[in-house]
């Protein structure tokens, strides 16, 4: 189902927009869509990139731990 959106838009802007359209042969709708798309396929990456820096950053924290455990001699005991 498609929705409609309605938002405003810096004239300077709407006008380089429509400009841009037509050089490519699209309608305005055709791309709004496209750049919508673009958008949030950008917010996604950026999205995924932080998780795996974050999941980096926990890997390498656990790697600290681990050495100095193993530095320090300190072990875990089997109660």
């Known amino acids: 189902m498609a929705s409609l959106m309605n938002f405003r838009v810096d004239d300077d802007l709407k006008d380089r927009f429509t400009q841009a359209a037509e050089t490519r042969q699209q309608t305005q709708s055709e791309a709004m869509r496209e750049a919508l798309l673009l958008y949030v396929k950008r917010v996604r990456n950026e999205q995924l990139r932080d998780a795996a820096e974050r999941i ?24």
């Open 56 to 79: 980096r950053r926990h890997r390498e924290d656990e790697e600290d731990i681990m050495r100095w455990i193993e530095a320090h001699g300190v072990g875990i005991a089997d109660d």
